[in-house]
């Protein structure tokens, strides 16, 4: 089977519709996402080196997007799926709970200038979307170059009850041989900048339906 660019995007879901990722895939496995893809490098060897997985990248930027998918497709992958959107609100109002066993962010826009910092991702809604979206067991990695940003986003993960940090190289993302650092990480490390990193464990016991299905 080979796909497409098309067949690789998938349209952000329609105003109110919460989706079941699994349906874009044509068999099952655990599900990933990778926040802010850029150009793919980081999710091209993710799914290289992990066909069981399924990875959704998110992207805004569509001259980004656009470039990820292409690439996706021309590397045969068919255990990838790219969607340009703003990933907080596709994880607000589109994502069920239950379904991301490892969630990737690495380098988010730190949004320097104070009066910017309303743009900023991280945020307690976002982190509360997050949290809900996680299958027990369920990692998200999380990485930046921005030491007050980085900061501001462990103060608001670690007061959840829901997750607990655990050192980076306790979740194995170092450890796999598939690990290449993403764009940002190649190139910040190349200019000697320190690189933030942290891990969280999500560890809810059962979901709270509100009538939404769980994937
Ligand atoms: C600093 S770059 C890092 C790219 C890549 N993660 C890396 O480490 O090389 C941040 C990326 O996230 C994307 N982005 C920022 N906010 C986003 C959002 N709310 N939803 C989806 N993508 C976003 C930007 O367009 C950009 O490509």
Redesign the pocket.
Same mark, same amino acid.
């Given at each position: 089977m080979t796909l497409t660019m098309e067949d690789i995007i998938v349209e952000p879901p329609a105003e109110g519709v919460v989706i079941d990722p699994m349906d874009w895939f044509d068999s099952p496995g655990p599900f990933e996402i990778e926040? &802010?893809?850029?150009k793919g &490098? $980081?999710l091209l060897s993710r799914a290289r080196a992990n066909l069981h997985l399924r990875i959704l990248g998110?992207?805004?930027?569509n001259k #980004?997007f656009r470039y990820a998918a292409d690439r996706m497709a021309r590397w045969k992958l068919i255990n990838v799926r790219v969607m340009r959107? @703003?990933? &907080?609100y596709f994880f607000i109002h589109h994502l069920p709970p239950a379904c991301v066993s490892t969630l990737h962010l #690495?380098?988010? @826009?730190p949004w320097p200038k104070k009066r910017h910092h309303k743009r900023r991702?991280v945020r307690p809604d976002f982190v509360e979307a997050a949290v809900r979206a996680f299958v027990p067991g369920g990692r998200w990695l999380i990485q930046s170059d921005h030491e007050e940003y980085f900061g501001i986003i462990r103060s608001l993960l670690d007061r959840r009850p829901e997750l607990t940090g655990t050192a980076w190289e306790e979740t194995g993302a170092e450890a796999q041989a598939d690990w290449v650092g993403?764009? $940002?990480?190649v190139k910040y490390a190349r200019e000697g900048r320190t690189i933030y990193r942290v891990a969280y464990v999500a560890h809810q016991p059962e979901q709270s339906h509100n009538g939404q299905d769980t994937c």
């Open positions: 926040i &802010g893809c850029g &490098g $980081f998110i992207e805004w930027a #980004y959107t @703003d990933a &907080g #690495y380098h988010p @826009d991702l993403t764009n $940002f990480e």
